[in-house]
């Protein structure tokens, strides 16, 4: 490797290095240097430099309607949860709109598998290396140490990490380390990493602890924000309501005969079509889908199609084979293109016994599917009850039924009230919601220096 001509010294790094050229960096455009302590023996420790970077350490962007082009990490689980999903969508909208994302995470979120090459969109996965002595990997310190390296190696303005543990703790140590003092973090509070995960013991201090430390904080719904005030002593002031958000351009109605033709494998027969997407955890109450599913078949030709996979998933085939009801039960697994699939139901349900938003809901609405829920968390938010849909109380089954019944018989008010969930949901509309988070990074960029 040709040696570059005088040594470089850098603050907080290595007494006396020297620096090298290594390669051309395809994906990036620019190139790879770095630097290796005077002598023998010293680890190689490497950073980017490409024109993006040169043009935006130089100068400020904008875009023609004068809002400033950022470079943002975001942190996520890369799943089929809610958290994950929103995360995925406000990336690929923000990388639209010329900002710099940059993912970083242990897998490539799932639903970036759905869509080509985007410009501005760069996925760091993160590796977790195995020790004997470590019963089990330390993620947190491999995110924190990735975070690290790409707040350095890209100059990132904002971290924006979904989900309280471990994300902004790792966010966190990450800024305690990096040479980028200006970064700031911002957490997006999802739901059960409040009302669940961070009253466990062993996770609340570290919750209050990632809240305190955080540059600026996000709550998806009005409920969430009640909630981590109450037991977490944030100040409400101090939390920006900023929803879920949909792609309404994507998740739309199909006419009655493309629903025909599409759903012919499963309800060849005109069958009702009920639908449920989860994870199948405890709080999700998918027993209760199922309940209300052999209730409803009783009295009208029904079939209920389940989405995703989960630990419930099983307990729910059993109770399907107990009611001689497993030919009326459709499974398809995990799925990316639900917005394919939501459209073809003629009721969403959803079920949980906690439920800060309810983002599936919210899709199915926008594909025109009525829904029938628990009135929990932040799900009186998005659905009005009796117009864009149905509430009930957590394990009301045959409340529940009644009101899947009710359009199940009544066409007319099953066409209005899918009318009114359609045009409910855009209340929820992604270019909205998605300009009010960058109204949230202005706003905490602008602030003052973190200490």
Same mark, same amino acid.
């Given at each position: ?386 117009? /864009? ?61 973190? /200490?």
């Amino acid at each position: 490797m040709p040696r570059v001509a005088s040594p470089v010294v850098r603050a907080g790094d290595y007494r006396r290095s020297w620096l090298f050229l290594v390669r051309p960096t395809d994906a990036v455009g620019g190139l790879r240097f770095c630097a290796r302590p005077h002598g023998a023996g010293g680890s190689v420790r490497c950073s980017v430099v490409h024109p993006l970077k040169r043009r935006a350490q130089s100068a400020e962007k904008e875009t023609e309607q004068g809002r400033r082009i950022m470079r943002i990490g975001i942190t996520c689980y890369p799943s089929q949860g809610g958290s994950g999903i929103v995360a995925t969508e406000l990336g690929l909208m923000l990388a639209e709109r010329g900002h710099q994302i940059h993912f970083i995470s242990y897998a490539q979120p799932i639903r970036l598998a759905s869509y080509a090459f985007r410009q501005n969109l760069t996925v760091h996965e993160v590796a977790t290396p195995t020790y004997p002595v470590f019963q089990y990997p330390p993620y947190s310190l491999a995110l924190a140490s990735k975070m690290v390296q790409v707040i350095d190696d890209h100059d990132l303005e904002i971290m924006h990490v979904h989900y309280a543990l471990p994300h902004a703790i790792a966010a966190w140590l990450a800024k305690q380390m990096v040479d980028n003092q200006k970064v700031r973090i911002i957490t997006t509070l999802h739901g059960t990493d409040i009302t669940l995960v961070g009253l466990e013991e062993a996770y609340y201090k570290p919750t209050c602890f990632a809240l305190a430390n955080s540059d600026g904080i996000t709550a998806v719904s009005e409920d969430l924000r009640q909630q981590t005030c109450q037991r977490f002593g944030v100040r409400c002031e101090d939390i920006d309501v900023v929803p879920n958000f949909v792609d309404r351009t994507r998740f739309v109605p199909l006419s009655e005969a493309e629903r025909v033709e599409r759903r012919h494998a499963w309800s060849g027969r005109g069958e009702f079509v009920m639908m449920h997407l989860s994870n199948y955890r405890p709080v999700k109450r998918a027993k209760d889908v199922l309940q209300v599913f052999l209730n409803v078949r009783k009295q009208v030709p029904a079939k209920l199609v389940l989405i995703g996979e989960g630990p419930e998933l099983r307990d729910c085939r059993a109770m399907a084979a107990e009611a001689g009801a497993t030919e009326d039960l459709v499974l398809l697994g995990r799925q990316v293109a639900v917005w394919e699939l939501l459209p073809l139901a003629d009721v969403y349900l959803l079920t949980s016994e906690q439920e800060s938003f309810g983002l599936s809901a919210l899709e199915a609405m926008s594909c025109g599917v009525p829904v029938v829920a628990t009135r929990v968390g932040g799900v009186p938010e998005v659905i009005v009850d009796d117009d /864009s849909g149905y509430l009930c109380e957590v394990g009301d089954v045959d409340a529940m039924t009644q009101r899947v019944l009710t359009l199940a018989r009544d066409r007319q008010r099953a066409t209005a009230m899918s009318e009114a969930a359609r045009e409910r949901a855009s209340h929820f509309e992604a270019p909205g919601i998605v300009g009010r988070y960058e109204a949230v990074y202005e706003r905490v960029f602008a602030a003052a220096s973190p /200490s």
